[in-house]
């Protein structure tokens, strides 16, 4: 019928715009910018509390009210903090409906973050002390401005030529092949035997477990 067929032609249509859309391909966070108070606030909170380098200051390009300052959090990518004197901060909350920031994580070594409990209370920051993630350890506290922040250490280091990304799809894919609830030391260490096997060569032609201890 008529209709039948009008219907056809437009899912083939529908089909072919589909077909001839194409993906702006992602290569990492360029940066992260976040409305600020005051400017010295800002610095004193991202590199006096978080260590980041302020790396460089100049206007607001769109807004030549406000300056815009530039943070290294720690791989050479960006925090930027738009700030205006006249802006008063305040510590409530910041909005967690969607499309909102929950919250920013930030890597830290486990040297680090084994102090992080101490050195947050010094400074009377209340925290939710250390939260086992399975993959990672984290610590939550909000910044002067109410937005909360994430202090998180990975478990695990990577084997060479791999990214943490690739040992927790690895370990996502045996976690869930295994009925486990969430992603746990054992798949980590499971993850990165695996990747070891795939990626790196050996001259032995059986790399399965052996036991040098048996008599046999």
Known sequence: SPS?????????????????????????????????AGRQASIDFWEGVLGMP???EQPN??????????????DGRLITVFTNEDRAGDPGRTPTEPGCVHHIAFSLSQATFAQAVERLDERGIRHSGVKDRGFMDSIYFEDPL?????LASYRFEPPPGCSHADVLLEAHELRVARGDHHIDREHLAD?????????????????????????G
């Open 191 to 215: 993850a990165i035997e695996a990747l070891v096997a795939r990626t790196q060569r050996s001259l032995s032609a059986d790399r399965s477990a052996q036991d040098p201890y048996s008599d």
């Open 61 to 74: 390009l769109d807004n030549p009210a406000e300056s815009h300052l530039y943070f290294d959090p720690g």
């Open 146 to 150: 109410g937005l909360l922040i994430e």
């Open 4 to 36: 039948s067929s009008s219907a056809s032609n437009r899912r083939r249509q529908a089909r072919r715009e589909i077909e001839s859309v194409r993906k702006l391909q992602s290569q990492g966070v360029h940066h992260i910018t976040l409305t600020g």
């Open 54 to 56: 302020f790396v460089f």
